[in-house]
């Protein structure tokens, strides 16, 4: 019996094994199209569905004969057959261009905007209601805490984008809809997870080591920073690699926030597009290349998650333990 109830234990580890390299796989493979197109200049690329002109050197001689054969007919009023049989292929030479260089920065800098933003609020509350706080406001408060994360985030969009984003325009100036609106909704998403993870692991903290540091005459704030904040770092960290897996992958609010345009942002006030609202618009209607696009989009944010997230737990948590 124990060794069937291991044998469980180790098939339910590896499903989770198993689903992350599926994963991966299938983004590649269907990006792989797209991969042998445009290569790594796809990730510096600002284009979008734009059409460019094709000429390879077979072409480029084809053209260079023709031009010399035509110049024998200058005298003639007529012009050749092959002449504008040539200029009727050329003008057909294009190819359609995706760079995802625009939602790749969109998707970057409104994570950071909300991770700036939630990150000292977050760490505030969860101070307050650990140590500082009434007995009789930390259940409400926490309670109100656990409503916002349960708030849907199509909401948050629809409330942002009415009622936030005109506040955020006449404090910054720009636009409503843009990379700094949706930073600020994406890090009040983000706030309540990265609270209340952070008040639990402040709340493991042993009270005989706040009262040995008290006993020895330390103050309030030094308990916090040289007892709590150490015992706590672990899932401190925990609480921000959460919300920042929650922050790079969220898609509706950002979806009515970010302006959903395929241009580079001069500041942060301007309009732009991410990577899960690139592909929520488009999905629906790509077909070849364009959808091979999308997925290599989906590649890229899938490597940028598993690449920051993995960093910061492998690093940051073993300098911790």
Not at 30 to 49: C, L, M, R, V
Not at 54 to 83: G, R
Not at 243 to 272: C, H, Q, W, Y
Request: hydrophobic share 50%.
């Amino acid at each position: 019996m124990e060794k069937f109830f291991k044998n469980i234990s180790l098939a339910s580890a590896l499903v989770v094994f198993v689903l992350l390299v599926g994963i991966f796989v299938s983004l590649y493979n269907n990006s792989k199209p797209a991969i042998d197109e445009y290569g790594f200049n796809f990730i510096t690329d600002s284009s979008w569905g734009v059409e460019m002109p094709v000429q390879d050197d077979a072409q480029k001689a084809t053209t260079q004969l023709s031009e010399k054969e035509n110049n024998e007919f200058i005298a003639d009023d007529e012009v050749p057959d092959f002449v504008k049989k040539h200029d009727t292929q050329e003008e057909s030479l294009t190819k359609i261009v995706y760079g995802g260089l625009v939602p790749i920065v969109g998707t970057i800098f409104s994570t950071l905007i909300a991770m700036v933003f939630a990150m000292p609020i977050a760490m505030g509350i969860a101070i307050y209601l650990a140590e500082i706080a009434p007995k009789n406001i930390v259940a409400p408060v926490g309670i109100a805490i656990e409503l916002l994360a349960a708030i849907p985030s199509i909401i948050f969009g629809m409330w942002g984008m009415f009622y936030f984003a005109p506040i955020v325009q006449n404090i910054f100036g720009g636009y409503q809809v843009s990379l700094l609106t949706a930073g600020l909704v994406l890090g009040i998403m983000i706030l309540p997870f990265m609270a209340a993870i952070t008040r639990d692991s402040m709340k493991t903290t042993p009270d005989v080591l706040k009262e040995s540091a008290y006993a020895m005459g330390a103050t309030k704030f030094e308990v916090i920073k040289d007892v709590i904040f150490p015992y706590s770092k672990a899932g401190i960290i925990g609480s921000i690699i959460l919300a920042l897996g929650r922050a790079l992958g969220e898609t509706m609010a950002v979806a009515f926030l970010i302006g959903s345009v395929f241009e580079l942002p001069k500041n942060i006030t301007d309009p732009t597009i991410s990577i899960t609202v690139a592909m929520a618009n488009n999905f629906g209607e790509a077909s070849g290349l364009t959808l091979n696009a999308l997925f290599y989009l989906s590649l890229i944010l899938f490597v940028i998650s598993f690449g920051i997230i993995s960093l910061a737990k492998f690093y940051f948590l073993r300098k911790v333990h």
